[in-house]
Each structure stands twice: as C-alpha cells, then as structure tokens.
C-alpha cells in the first residue's frame, strides 16, 4: 500500500484561513478528501484494467476499496462525520481466473479472458462453481483453481497515489475559492 502524506502549506491558503476563519477551511479540506479519494478509487480501477485486461468490475468487487475515517468531537471541527482521511485498498493477490473472462476449454488447456493456462481444464462442480483447475501432479486429485497473477497492481497504486496530492491540492483550492 502507498502511504500518501500531504502537507498544504500556501499563502493563499493562510490567507483564505485568516479570512474566512477555519470551519470553512475545514469544510472544503473534508469535500477535497472525500472526493479525492473517490478519484482515486476509480482511476486504480481503471488503470488495473487496462493494464491487465480483466474486467474492471473484479476490482470494483474484489481489489480496491476504499475508506473515509472521521475526526474526533475534541478535534473542535464538529466531530461526527467529518473526514480527516482517506484510504484506498488495493489487493494484490492473484485473482481466480473464474472472474477475468469466459471460460473455454481446447485441447492443450483453457483460458479465461486474454489469459491461458496449459494442461488446465474447465469444470464445473456439483454447487454450480465452473472454474478452471489443473491437476498437481498425474493423479485425478489434487487439482488446483486456476488464478492470474496482478503484478503490476502494486506500481499502478503508487503512480495514483503520487497523483493523488496534486489533484488533492486542485480539489482543495476549487473549493475554498468558490465561496
């Protein structure tokens, strides 16, 4: 996980605060938080899908999430509800190759969306799951699910994340100059 830390330190920022006194300050550094890190959010999504031709509702469900956390009653702006901070998850373990695509199986294994697996085969079980597993070794059991490696999650995040403080810094003076 990149570890994003903004410091504003802007005389136009100064000067707005000495105006317009802090609770304004406060209101629009909330609304530049929360919609931040919604941008964010979407722009992991969209990237990891780009760069990994899996659909991008597999990180919408599974990979990246994200969360507000709220400031407390003494912090002396309000408390309950206000946003201090942002979060945004990225799962970097692999994803079952079930999620990345259709399934087919040829003579030489399946695939699942742009990825192949050789010597794999599809199967569906008794509970309805269909999946694409390959066996351990030559005997009918074990087999193992199929999964797709998302290596490149790891970058993506950290290339949002350095983008994340200027478009925080955009969002924030939008909001305090449009007061």
Request: hydrophobic share 40%.
């Amino acid at each position: 996980m990149a570890d994003v830390r903004i410091r504003i330190d802007d005389q136009s920022v100064r000067d707005y605060l000495q105006t317009h006194g802090p609770r304004k300050v406060h209101n629009a550094l909330r609304s530049a938080i929360r919609t931040t890190t919604t941008w964010s959010e979407k722009e992991t999504d969209r990237r990891l899908a780009a760069e990994t031709a899996i659909p991008i509702q597999v990180f919408r469900r599974f990979r990246v999430k994200k969360k507000l956390f709220g400031g407390s009653a003494a912090s002396g702006f309000g408390g309950g509800g206000s946003v201090e901070s942002g979060l945004i998850w990225s799962g970097y373990n692999p994803v079952k190759a079930r999620f990345v695509g259709k399934l087919a199986q040829d003579e030489g294994g399946a695939s699942a969306g742009a990825y192949y697996f050789g010597g794999a085969f599809v199967a569906s079980m008794r509970g309805g799951l269909t999946a694409i597993f390959k066996r351990r070794g030559k005997k009918r059991l074990p087999i193992d699910e199929q999964k797709v490696n998302i290596h490149q999650a790891e970058a993506i995040a950290a290339a949002v994340a350095g983008e994340a403080e200027q478009e925080l810094l955009r969002r924030f003076r939008a909001k305090f100059t449009e007061s």
